[in-house]
């Protein structure tokens, strides 16, 4: 595992970060006890992920809390990221959700306080603004974006340093590569999400697949009928790379989205602590010019082919 500066801060984060919004009510295939959630976070740790990325909106706080109860002796130990939920923009709004983030996680300070989704122009100023001040209070250490783009972020970067973005990758979601480009120039880190594609890439799912209700990928673009047979050719592309290193499908696909440049993080969901240790040495090996090839091809005819959709969730 290697670890890197997070942009203009002085946060030093794992190249494989810990999604948090499986602890939560999101994930429900899988869902586990506190005691289960708990154990992941720690054995995470123990791989060498450092980085971990929660949200008020994961399970209505639900996540931020076993955060909190799994941080306890750890804390210093942890690079600790949260967000402020989207529409709450006024300084009064800001404040209020960091103390209850704050409260929920158990700590008295936020290493990266994110602005989880844009709002409008002088809405996204105010909440960076607000995230500034509570910087020099000494409740925030650095601050960060989520799903910005490049105006938006050029905007936030006149307000105070803004240490990353976070923007979904994966080989099925090639965002919006300007950005990372443009985010490169100014230092501003990407921590790129949800690069199994929410697992469609690690070869577990199929036509067949069912989710309960209230799982996420009931709404993800990955699991519909007119996308699914399209982002599993991509699977199958990656699992030909996989067999032929050792290696599982997951840990391609990671690996492709974390030796992508100006990502300094790849968060990823994991469910198991089998998954953990999966996902922590899935930078632990080195893909070559063929594989990146065939993966780029079958990323390249993905997006030429399947519809195109706002976000991963739209309808
Ligand atoms: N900023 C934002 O707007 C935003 C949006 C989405 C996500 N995120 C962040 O990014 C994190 C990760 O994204 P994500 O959860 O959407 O998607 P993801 O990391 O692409 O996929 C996670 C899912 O893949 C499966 N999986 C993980 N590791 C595996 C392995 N080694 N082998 C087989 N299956 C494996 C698990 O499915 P099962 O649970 O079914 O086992 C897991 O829940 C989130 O937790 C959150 O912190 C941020």
């Known amino acids: 595992m290697r670890y890197n500066t997070l942009g203009s801060s002085s946060l030093v984060v794992s190249e494989i970060a810990l999604g948090c919004a499986q602890f939560s009510d999101q994930f429900t295939k899988t869902r586990k006890t506190e005691a289960d959630m708990i154990a992941i976070m720690h054995h995470a740790l123990a ?4 980085l971990w990325d929660t949200a008020p909106s994961y399970g209505d706080g639900y996540s931020e809390t076993m955060v909190g109860r799994a941080l306890k002796g750890r804390r210093e130990r942890v690079v600790l990221a949260t967000k402020i939920t989207y529409g709450h923009t006024s300084p ?7 103390e209850e983030s704050l ?17 409008d122009k002088e809405e996204n100023y105010m909440t960076v603004a607000t995230i500034a001040m509570l910087i020099k209070e000494g409740k925030v250490r ?26 979904p990758y994966a080989l099925v979601w090639r965002y919006d590569e300007p950005l ?40 993800c673009v990955f699991f519909r009928p007119q996308v699914m047979p399209r982002a599993l050719k991509v699977t199958a592309a990656v699992r030909q790379v996989a067999e032929k290193h050792g290696v ?3 840990q391609v696909a990671i690996n492709w989205v974390a030796r ?34 065939l993966l780029r091809a079958a990323s390249d005819d993905y997006h030429a082919t399947a519809p195109r959709f706002a976000h991963m969730w739209d309808e």
Do not use: K
Not at 92 to 98: A, F, G, L, P, T
Not at 276 to 287: D, H, K
């Open 180 to 219: 990372f480009e443009f985010c490169g120039r100014n230092n501003v880190s990407v921590l790129a999400y949800s690069p199994l594609g929410e697992g469609i890439l690690t070869g577990r799912y199929d036509e067949t697949t069912t989710f309960p209700p209230g799982d996420v990928r009931n709404h």
């Open 92 to 98: 009064e709004m800001v404040r209020r959700s960091c």
């Open 103 to 119: 409260r929920r996680l158990d700590t008295d300070y936020i290493d990266l306080l994110q602005v989880h989704w844009p709002s």
């Open 248 to 250: 599982t499908p997951a």
């Open 47 to 50: 791989c060498g992920i450092t």
């Open 142 to 167: 650095a601050a960060g974006v989520s799903n910005f783009n490049i105006a938006q972020t050029e905007e936030a970067l006149c307000v105070c340093p803004i240490a990353s973005n976070q923007l």
């Open 260 to 293: 992508q440049p100006h990502i300094t993080s790849t968060i990823v969901g994991s469910s198991s602590l089998e998954q953990v240790t999966q996902n922590a040495a899935a930078v632990a090996w080195e893909m070559d010019d063929e594989d990146r090839a």
